[in-house]
């Protein structure tokens, strides 16, 4: 049974930075990509970075250089360090791995969405103001 769960969202300041975690149980994740998306009402679900099973990050356009993404494959957890955060950061984080599909980089970003074997966190809210 795969389980992901997020934690260290909450309320910043602009300017400010949050550090999410994602522990993931269930399987082992060190062979395959991990990453973060986050969603609103207003604009979807948008993905913010990802970590490929070679280690190789990929990182949204908006956020390139503010957040750094990683993973300790030996406890099987996912970090987001996101700083300088302005309000359109505003979301709710949702952490995602998948089990099946080997993918690089720029694929998992694009991709892990939307492909078999993707599983999803609850999600942790991230309000900037």
């Known amino acids: 049974h795969v389980q992901l769960v997020e934690s260290g969202g909450g309320s910043v300041q602009v300017g400010g930075s949050l550090r999410l975690s994602c522990a993931a149980s269930?399987?082992?994740?060190?062979?395959?990509?991990m990453g973060w998306f986050r969603q609103t009402a207003k604009k979807g679900r948008e993905a913010v970075a990802v970590?490929?099973?070679?280690?190789?990050?990929a990182y949204a356009d908006f956020e390139r250089g503010r957040f750094t993404i990683s993973k300790d494959n030996a406890k099987n957890t996912l970090i987001l360090q996101m700083n300088l955060l302005k309000p359109e950061d505003t979301a709710t984080y949702y952490c995602?791995?998948?089990?099946?599909?080997?993918?690089?980089?720029?694929?998992?970003?694009?991709?892990?969405?939307?492909?078999?074997?993707?599983?999803w966190g609850q999600g942790t809210q991230v309000t900037v103001s």
């Open positions: 995602a791995g998948n089990t099946q599909r080997l993918m690089t980089a720029d694929q998992a970003l694009r991709m892990m969405p939307f492909v078999e074997g993707t599983y």
């Open positions: 269930g399987h082992d994740f060190s062979e395959y990509s």
């Open positions: 970590v490929a099973n070679d280690g190789e990050p």
